[in-house]
């Protein structure tokens, strides 16, 4: 479900020594290809010891800045971890404050983001859009399965409601199909989808925080309509996911629990609500 989101290539000052802790940490965020690639480490790297003692917020030039022991904190790309919202900027200070003796940036699914929004969608707006809206042509809560009933109700009880928030909220009439082969979907359909999330791209100094976020949520359901759902505040985060994860539940309902899937969504599970949780807070400061 990823798509390739690769970042404008940005200048960095290499001001500290390549043994310092600064300097590791910077190559362990090292930027991927795309948001989730972010969430994708080497775990088989040696961490970076933690080399602060505080992470605190200050307002600077209207936007909200992580400070390090006093010191702005940077993204791999070398460019200051600045958010819109005072809320957002605040849980990114918890983020960093909640690492041990160690800075595991698997652990960190909120910086993750923010970093793939200052270092990479913010130089490529347009592109992400796109890449976001192109969800709409094959979205995941169109495909239903023929039977059995107990699966047929469950995937309308988890996905009609986002086909609802579609028409009423953003004019779209999506086409529900059976199987897995592709229904081409209406172009007006398409097009108000594209529009809702133009418009988030259209957010000013929230929009590289708020299509970051989007894209992650969007890739990781494979649904672009849970995605908006829950941007519009239709859906909660944890009911989004729960609803993209209907027929693999079913599976397991009927043949067993399959580990392998459950480990997959625990890792996921907390970059799917970070991005929720950044989302939130921008738009809110945006509003």
Known sequence: MNGALAPIPAKRKLTLEKSSPEARLDQSFARPADPIGIARRDLNKALPPRFYKEATVQQRDGTFILLLDGRPAKSPG??????????AARALADEWS?????????????????????DGIAYR????????????????????AAGPMTLVEAQAAAWDPTLAF????LGAHFICTEGVVFAEQPEPARAAVEEAVKRIANSGQAAPFALAALHVMTTLTGSVLLALAVAHG??????????????????????????????????????????????????????
């Open 234 to 287: 239709a859906r909660a985060s944890a009911e989004a996911w729960t609803a993209a994860h209907v027929d693999e539940d079913f599976e397991m309902r009927a043949w067993g629990e399959d580990a392998e899937a459950l480990r997959r969504r625990a890792r996921q599970w907390p970059e799917m609500e970070a991005a929720a949780r950044l989302l939130q807070a921008v738009q809110s400061a945006g509003a």
């Open 166 to 169: 579609a028409r009423e909220k």
């Open 125 to 144: 707006l347009d592109a992400t859009v796109d890449e976001i809206a192109r969800y709409a042509g094959a979205d995941l809560v169109c495909y239903r």
């Open 98 to 118: 909640a690492q041990g003796g160690f800075i595991d940036p698997a652990a960190m699914p909120l910086t993750r983001i923010v970093n793939s929004a200052i």
């Open 78 to 87: 070398g460019h200051r971890l600045a958010l819109p919202s005072l809320t």
